[in-house]
């Protein structure tokens, strides 16, 4: 048996499936197999920027850095000036962009203060995390400048405990003040977390001798001790999460060569793309 078929209109199909005619006429033109930049001809061609961009990305001893920072290393190192919206497009249609985290919805905070001073040496930050090696777990500890990013003092060990909290103050003190006596930090402030290693005794002790002040972040809010925060997620992505390490001395040795490379290399947005001890040097250049 054959059942006739009824031809139906474009107009009632489109009005039965509610659907608009122009989505049912409309021909996408086939995409071409690169986007073209439009407008006048640059002086460097995407060929060229993009081989530029990609040797930067190679050369650089740090992975994971953003289009802005490649622009900045692009512009201070080969002299290449071109728009951060070409680098954004190059990047992202040839899968160099640095992965982002997805953004969390959060409460209303603790405070609306901000935590990076204009100044060195007004806040220091400190923080501490953890790492696996053969020997078993080991820990990082650090002192950081909210002015200059600058890592003024790190300790690897594999006791996590005050005193091990208190060697990157010590190391801080004498690097920034060369002597340590009472009350030789008059004036600076020292951020942390309320750890057990910091809330201690000895360790409240030796900071007020020093002359240090204080300045416990909010509970539940790691914002307040965001600049050694960020280092902690620097050095994680950059080191303690990609290497494999046997002894606590192999890991203690990578962290003094990635942390002096730090503080030389590593470039900062907020101060015009410049490292920390550029940023120091200029400080201390402008105050002589």
């Known amino acids: ?5 009824e031809k139906v209109s474009t107009r009632r199909a489109c009005r039965d499936l509610e659907v608009s005619r122009s989505t049912v006429s409309y021909v996408p033109e086939p995409p071409a197999s690169a986007p073209h930049k439009r407008g006048p001809k640059t002086e460097i061609s995407d060929e060229a920027l993009l081989a530029a961009i990609r040797k930067v990305i190679a050369e650089s001893r740090f992975h994971g850095e953003g ?9 201070k190192a080969k002299g290449i000036r071109c728009g951060k919206a070409r680098i954004l497009r190059l990047c992202r249609l040839h899968g160099l962009l640095a992965p982002t985290r997805a953004v969390h919805t959060r409460g209303d905070a603790a405070h609306d203060g901000k935590i990076v001073e204009a100044v060195p040496d007004r806040t220091w930050g400190t923080d501490f995390t953890t790492f696996l090696t053969d020997e078993g777990q080991g820990y990082f ?45 008059r004036g600076i402030r020292l951020r942390h977390d309320h750890g057990t290693q910091y809330i201690a005794r000895d360790f409240q002790g030796e900071i007020r001798f020093l002359g240090i002040e204080s ?5 539940r809010e790691p914002e307040g001790n965001g600049i050694a925060e960020r280092f902690m997620r620097t050095i994680k992505e950059q080191l303690l999460w990609c290497r494999h390490f046997a002894t606590i001395e192999e890991a203690r040795l990578a962290v003094d060569e990635f942390i002096a490379a730090y503080n030389a290399e590593w470039i900062l947005a907020r101060h015009g793309y410049r490292t920390p001890s550029e940023v120091r040097a200029a400080f201390m250049k402008a105050a002589a």
């Open 1 to 5: 048996m054959i059942v006739a078929q």
């Open 67 to 75: 289009h802005r920072k490649i622009r900045a290393r692009l512009r």
């Open 141 to 185: 500890f650090l002192a950081i400048d909210h002015c200059t990013d600058e890592v003024l003092g790190h300790h690897v060990t594999n006791q996590g405990n005050r005193w091990s909290a208190l060697e990157p103050i010590r190391q801080a003190v004498r690097r920034v003040k060369g002597v340590f006596e009472k009350d030789v930090c």
């Open 215 to 219: 300045s416990p972040s909010f509970v």
